[in-house]
């Protein structure tokens, strides 16, 4: 992965935190930190950052597939994270970037095998609506093959991204090593 990107994936992760502790008076994260690669898992990343002094640790990955309907409306890309942030005492988040902002008051949902979860959405962020699911959420995402997130926009463009779960679990136990 190329700077570039790495920045660009680093900018928006860093803004998925801000948005999700929800705290409006926190500095906006400095664009000149960046994440540094821990080791790449299948495909899954898992990156380690220090914005603000403060260590955050993340496992990444691009979706394998992507479609809107209708067909072809343009749209950032799309990540799903799963972040530790020790100083927050926050502990595998499950997040997603879907590409643009999304229709409030619509939930998204995200599939593992039989498994649903509601997703809450903020701008073009959505995350784990029940908290009390997310240790779930993780367990059943180490063990299944795909992860898909289905949302819809502002615009009411709806969208399917599908992850690969294959080298998670590594990528996890690799943020769990380096973000303790």
């Not at 394998?64 to 072809?72: D, I, L, Q």
């Not at 599939?111 to 701008?123: E, F, K």
């Not at 463009?157 to 998670?168: A, E, M």
Request: hydrophobic letters at 40%; charged letters at 20%; proline letters at 4%.
């Amino acid at each position: 992965m190329n700077t570039k990107v790495l920045f660009r994936i680093t900018l928006a992760f860093l803004a998925a935190c801000s948005i999700a502790t929800s705290a409006s008076a926190q500095k906006k994260p400095d664009p000149t930190e960046q994440a540094v690669l821990l080791g790449q898992f299948g495909d899954w990343g898992a990156y380690k950052a220090t914005p603000g002094g403060k260590k955050v640790c993340f496992a990444l990955s691009k979706p394998t597939s992507a479609t809107t309907e209708p067909a072809g409306r343009p749209r950032d890309a799309s990540y799903a994270f799963v972040s530790t942030r020790p100083a927050e005492k926050v502990k595998n988040e499950v997040s997603v970037i879907v590409g643009y902002p999304q229709k409030g008051g619509h939930d998204a949902s995200a599939v593992i095998g039989s498994a649903t979860y509601v997703l809450y959405t903020q701008n073009d962020g959505a995350w784990v609506k029940n908290a009390a699911e997310e240790a779930q959420m993780v367990a059943a995402m180490r063990k299944g093959a795909q992860l898909v997130v289905k949302s819809e926009s502002a615009r009411g463009t709806k969208s399917t991204d599908t992850f690969s779960l294959k080298g998670l679990g590594d990528a996890l136990d690799k943020v769990a090593e380096e973000c303790k």
